[in-house]
């Protein structure tokens, strides 16, 4: 093929990869805008209240949000490269595997999340009458927003294990369906939900963790 011809298909290639991937990026968008009014809340509580704030994120476990942390980044990486082997011929055996330790990581993050949830319930941390920190000024607040946020986020991770889960099978069976630009696409969502926990981890778990 000449240089000509490879520039003259190069829009028609782009036009028909584009409208996924800016679906997705509009999706996202909204998704954005979504838990942008939790921050705004958190952010409001956490000017008003930062001596409460700070008290109650001392209740949460710092020891299994870590951990979840370190779950999803290496998820994050694994995405990454199951991305890389589907756009090599050479690597692409590698993407099904790749693709279900991710998605199995996620499934490590839900259960260690849960576990969480079980020792808080059991602490009365849920803001619910009979609320162990009921005495302190914006705890009630942070708690809310903490659940909130991070079954919000659960939710959303749980969409993306079962997409993985999907394009896994897909590849495994070389399905035509789950080539490598709808993998790309179905990573972007991956790393969204990634990028979202980034954030929540520090306002969450490490207010004044050190006080």
């Not at 749980?158 to 369906?177: K, M, P």
């Amino acid at each position: 093929m000449t240089a000509s011809a490879t520039l003259r298909d190069a829009p028609k290639r782009v036009s028909e990869r584009d409208p996924g991937r800016l679906a997705m990026w509009i999706f996202l968008a909204t998704e954005l805008l979504f838990f942008g009014g939790v921050f705004a809340a958190y952010l409001y509580g956490r000017t008003a209240w930062p001596q409460g704030f700070g008290l109650a994120s001392r209740h949460t476990d710092v020891v299994l949000g870590t951990l979840n942390t370190g779950l999803l980044l290496s998820s994050s990486a694994l995405v990454a490269l199951a991305a890389a082997c589907a756009q090599n011929a050479r690597h692409a055996h590698w993407t099904a595997r790749l693709l279900s330790m991710a998605a199995w990581l996620g499934v490590a993050f839900l259960v260690v999340k849960g576990l969480e949830y079980r020792r808080e319930w059991h602490a009365g941390l849920f803001p619910v009458p009979g609320f162990a920190l009921a005495g302190t000024d914006g705890a009630a607040l942070f708690f809310m927003l903490y659940f909130t946020a991070t079954a919000l986020h659960a939710l959303h991770l749980a969409v993306g294990i079962g997409v993985l889960a999907v394009f896994a099978r897909g590849c495994a069976r070389r399905r035509a369906w789950a080539d490598a630009h709808r993998i790309d696409i179905a990573a972007l969502y991956w790393h969204f939900v990634d990028v979202v926990w980034i954030f929540l981890y520090p306002l969450l778990y490490l207010v004044e963790r050190h006080t």
